[in-house]
């Protein structure tokens, strides 16, 4: 349609490289019309989110910090400076120690816990509360979950308790924001051969198993992901928040694996 977003601006938060989930909803949205700006930590990261940003007619990049109030002030102070309002919003972080996301939970540290806890979950309602004082005629703000909030997934540990509390204050932001217009939701993708899943111990078995147990017998593509993010971020997502959506291919309906896999 190449329309469906015509008009609209907002940041994108969370691109690591062209594998990332963030990236598929940049890519998506760019198509459907809508003007792009993307926030990345360090110069390295930079450098490889500038030339996909070119690559959808953006020069909009601003280095963030999100445990840092200097960091995101400047941010939306630039985007405001530029832009003046936005109309969404993507939220595709999250961080943990790779060394805790292996073995038990119980081995879960203090310091990991809260640094978890701050990035994955916390940094989303900062920026939301920046991101609706630009957004006078209502918006939509995303963020990425996954099904390791309410059911154990092997070696996923302090992040399953980060994407609850994620999940949570995905509904909380919903209601406190929906008489502004404002829709808040959750979108759930199984795993992903991403740079963050990569990290998970297990990443590959699990991926396997999902994709061999999902109804779909599939899991999700970044094209599936940026499409719910489009409907979302739309027009057609007007009646929809506090929503988590999954793109999984099912697999959250499922009790136990398929019969031929037992």
Same mark, same amino acid.
């Given at each position: 349609?190449?329309?469906?977003?015509?008009?609209?601006?907002?940041?994108?938060?969370?691109?690591?490289?062209?594998?990332?989930?963030?990236?598929?909803? %940049? $890519?998506?949205? !760019? +198509?459907?019309?809508? =003007?792009?700006?993307?926030?990345?930590?360090?110069?390295?990261? *930079?450098?490889?989110?500038?030339?996909?940003?070119?690559?959808?007619?953006?020069?909009?990049?601003?280095?963030?910090?999100?445990?840092?109030?200097?960091?995101?002030?400047?941010?939306?102070?630039?985007?405001?400076?530029?832009?003046?309002?936005?109309?969404?919003?993507?939220?595709?972080?999250?961080?943990?120690?790779?060394?805790?996301?292996?073995?038990?939970?119980?081995?879960?540290?203090?310091?990991?816990?809260?640094?978890?806890?701050?990035?994955?979950?916390?940094?989303?309602?900062?920026? %939301? $509360?920046?991101? !609706? +004082?630009?957004?006078? =005629?209502?918006?939509?703000?995303?963020?990425?979950?996954?099904? *390791?909030?309410?059911?154990?997934?092997?070696?996923?540990?302090?992040?399953?308790?980060?994407?609850?509390?994620?999940?949570?204050?995905?509904?909380?932001?919903?209601?406190?924001?929906?008489?502004?217009?404002?829709?808040?939701?959750?979108?759930?993708?199984?795993?992903?051969?991403?740079?963050?899943?990569?990290?998970?111990?297990?990443?590959?078995?699990?991926?396997?198993?999902?994709?061999?147990?999902?109804?779909?017998?599939?899991?999700?593509?970044?094209?599936?992901?940026?499409?719910?993010?489009?409907?979302?971020?739309? +027009?057609?997502?007007?009646?929809?928040?506090?929503?988590?959506?999954?793109?999984?291919? *099912?697999?959250?309906?499922?009790?136990?694996?398929?019969?031929?896999?037992?």
């Amino acid at each position: 349609m190449a329309n469906l977003m015509q008009g609209k601006r907002g940041l994108v938060m969370g691109v690591a490289n062209e594998r990332s989930i963030a990236w598929g909803i %940049a $890519a998506a949205l !760019a +198509a459907e019309g809508a =003007e792009l700006a993307f926030s990345y930590q360090g110069e390295a990261f *930079g450098k490889r989110v500038e030339p996909l940003a070119a690559s959808v007619g953006s020069d909009f990049l601003v280095d963030v910090d999100v445990t840092d109030d200097e960091s995101l002030d400047a941010c939306f102070a630039a985007l405001k400076s530029r832009w003046g309002r936005m109309d969404f919003l993507i939220h595709a972080i999250a961080f943990s120690d790779k060394n805790e996301l292996t073995g038990r939970f119980i081995n879960t540290s203090r310091a990991n816990f809260q640094n978890s806890l701050t990035i994955s979950c916390f940094s989303f309602i900062d920026v %939301a $509360a920046r991101a !609706a +004082a630009m957004m006078p =005629e209502g918006g939509s703000l995303i963020t990425l979950t996954f099904q *390791g909030s309410n059911a154990v997934v092997p070696n996923y540990n302090v992040m399953g308790v980060a994407k609850a509390a994620l999940e949570s204050s995905t509904r909380y932001l919903a209601n406190d924001l929906g008489g502004q217009g404002i829709r808040v939701n959750a979108i759930s993708p199984g795993p992903m051969k991403t740079l963050a899943g990569a990290a998970i111990g297990g990443a590959r078995a699990t991926y396997r198993h999902t994709e061999a147990n999902a109804p779909l017998r599939a899991n999700a593509t970044l094209e599936a992901i940026g499409g719910t993010a489009v409907w979302l971020c739309s +027009a057609g997502g007007a009646c929809t928040t506090g929503e988590v959506v999954h793109v999984d291919g *099912g697999y959250h309906v499922l009790g136990m694996p398929q019969a031929e896999n037992l």
